[in-house]
């Protein structure tokens, strides 16, 4: 059993699954069929209100009623390019001996999991994230960072390891787990990875899709998103006590939805609320297909067109566009994330239809900034949706 939390700070209690595997030998004869169904019955009968897994390939799962519920980004970052544009941290940095610092690594995960999407993690796993397991061939490469608050708390942590280049100044990081309990151990961190010496490039992977990454640097195309992929799947066995363990923003009824609409174009309420509630229902706009992800409290961050200036001012260029304007106190506003779909068909349609892309065979191929915006220029605010939103 592992902790979900929920939006709202409660924890529903996820069973959680891992290693399916059937021999080459015996795939394809419903073994994996007779494992998961068991699984499934198994967390139903002991009232567990959700199953969890992570996934290999992503068109397994849904067949069995798993959704993805949260998502990952991977990051390259030119550390030639970005300079450091983030505050300056109180704590202490110190590399550590990872079998000196299991029991406080333990405490720094439990607290991430605070988190909405996190998982409460087995002493094991949270092991493999901290440092290398013993026997790990690798294990003499793994370099581990400890940040520690101040008065001595310990906050956060990163692993990695190096890797060489013929050009000894221009060395690759690669991050094993980056884990920051606070804003500032994560920016202390951060900041570590970005200013190592003869070092040109850090990956890092598993991030959140709100990564404060570009808020921490001055040139934000100098620190890429490589890639976007679901993480968590979830599938919900009892709704009620799943959906009930998380809040809500603000009220999501129909009536609740016309006021705000109403509100905001400054038109009075009709009084006979007579008019239907739009797509997704009367359940908070919950779509079903969305559950899972609605669950966890993350989406994947969707992408939005490009804000279309209406005024062309002083700070538009000649089409129209904003400037880049960081000199001019802007700052982006959007990002943009460009889709490479591989024509695979759907595997189940219509006779006839035309095939569309799975959508998990969409890739995200670069991540840009899409609008720019000047603290007192607030045309495009509204007109564009941040990743991070
Ligand atoms: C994926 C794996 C566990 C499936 O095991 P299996 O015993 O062959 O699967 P089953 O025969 O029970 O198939 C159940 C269903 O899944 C489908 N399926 C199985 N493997 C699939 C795959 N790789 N891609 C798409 N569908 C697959 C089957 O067609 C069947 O579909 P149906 O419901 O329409 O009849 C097995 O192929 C395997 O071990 N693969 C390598 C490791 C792996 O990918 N593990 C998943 C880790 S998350």
């Not at 004869?29 to 499934?40: C, K, N, Q, V």
Request: positive net charge; charged residues 25%; aromatic residues 6%.
């Amino acid at each position: 059993m592992a902790p979900l939390t929920v939006p709202g700070g409660g924890r529903v209690g996820a069973w959680a699954i891992s290693s399916v595997t059937v021999a080459p030998t015996h795939r394809r004869r419903g073994i994996a069929r007779a494992l998961l169904g068991s699984e499934l019955r198994t967390a139903h009968a002991l009232g567990v209100p959700l199953a969890i897994l992570t996934v290999s390939e992503s068109v397994i799962y849904g067949r069995w009623g798993f959704g993805p519920a949260t998502y990952t980004t991977a990051w390259s970052i030119d550390t030639k390019r970005v300079r450091w544009a983030g505050a300056e941290t109180p704590g202490r940095l110190s590399f550590t001996d990872p079998e000196d610092y299991r029991e406080t690594g333990e405490a720094v995960l439990e607290a991430m999991a605070a988190r909405a999407g996190e998982i409460g993690l087995e002493p094991y796993l949270a092991h493999r994230l901290i440092g290398p397991l013993k026997g790990d061939p690798d294990a003499d490469k793994y370099r581990l960072v400890r940040y520690d608050s101040p008065t001595g708390e310990p906050e956060g942590f990163v692993s990695y390891t190096v890797k060489g280049d013929d050009d000894f100044t221009r060395h690759t990081i690669e991050v094993g787990y980056l884990a920051a309990a606070t804003d500032e151990a994560l920016t202390a961190l951060w900041r570590f990875l970005l200013e190592l010496d003869l070092v040109a490039t850090v990956k890092v992977w598993t991030r959140g899709v709100d990564e404060p990454l570009p808020a921490l640097v001055s040139d934000i195309r100098g620190a890429k998103v490589t890639d976007v992929q679901d993480h968590l799947w979830v599938r919900i066995l009892d709704v009620p006590a799943a959906l009930q363990a998380r809040t809500y923003e603000r009220d999501g009824s129909p009536g609740a939805r016309r006021a705000r609409r109403s509100r905001a174009r400054g038109r009075p309420l009709p009084s006979d609320g007579a008019r239907r509630p739009g797509r997704g229902g009367g359940d908070g706009g919950c779509a079903r297909r969305d559950a899972a992800g609605r669950l966890a409290g993350r989406g994947l961050p969707r992408t939005r067109r490009r804000a279309r200036p209406r005024h062309r001012g002083p700070d538009r260029g000649r089409r129209g566009c904003a400037r880049p304007a960081v000199p001019h106190g802007g700052a982006p506003a959007a990002q943009h994330l460009v889709l490479a779909a591989h024509p695979t068909p759907r595997p189940r349609g219509r006779a006839g239809a035309r095939p569309r892309p799975a959508p998990s065979c969409r890739v995200v191929t670069s991540c840009r900034n899409s609008a720019r915006i000047r603290a007192p220029s607030h045309h495009s605010i509204g007109r564009t949706q941040s990743i991070r939103s």
